[in-house]
């Protein structure tokens, strides 16, 4: 079983940036799994932001969030980033990291490990 753990939400302006990390750890095997985040707002079902495969190869993004959001992943640290850019109000959610898929799905029933999640607020 894979633990994550994400960290560097907050609030921000409307056109500005953060990024998110999320931190694996309890299975060796992680570093071959593929990570993304996903991300639920108020009121809404839980959708996919960003995948990325185990090599780093392979990326795919929500079209709600491409060319702003940049995912990568540091396997020697065991580490996933998202990069946020020129953030909207309506990118406010709560957003988690999840692992444990073979491929860089983009479907969440693919993924068997979740984070708790860190909360992500843009003002406008």
């Known amino acids: 079983q894979v633990q994550l753990v994400e960290s560097g939400g907050g609030l921000v302006q409307a056109g500005g940036s953060l990024r998110l990390s999320c931190a694996a750890s309890?299975?060796?095997?992680s570093r071959w799994y593929a990570r993304a985040w996903f991300r639920q707002a108020p009121g809404k079902e839980r959708?996919?932001?960003?995948?990325?495969?185990?090599?780093?190869?392979?990326?795919y993004y929500a079209d709600s969030v491409k060319d702003r959001f940049t995912i990568s992943r540091d396997n020697a640290k065991n580490m996933v980033y998202l990069q946020m850019n020129s953030l909207k109000p309506e990118d406010t959610a709560v957003y988690y990291c999840?692992?444990?898929?073979?491929?860089?799905?983009?479907?969440?029933?693919?993924?068997?490990?979740w984070g708790q999640g860190t909360q992500v607020t843009v003002s406008s």
């Open positions: 999840a692992a444990g898929s073979s491929s860089a799905s983009r479907r969440e029933n693919d993924f068997g490990s």
């Open positions: 309890g299975s060796t095997f």
């Open positions: 959708e996919f932001v960003a995948v990325i495969s185990w090599t780093g190869g392979t990326t």
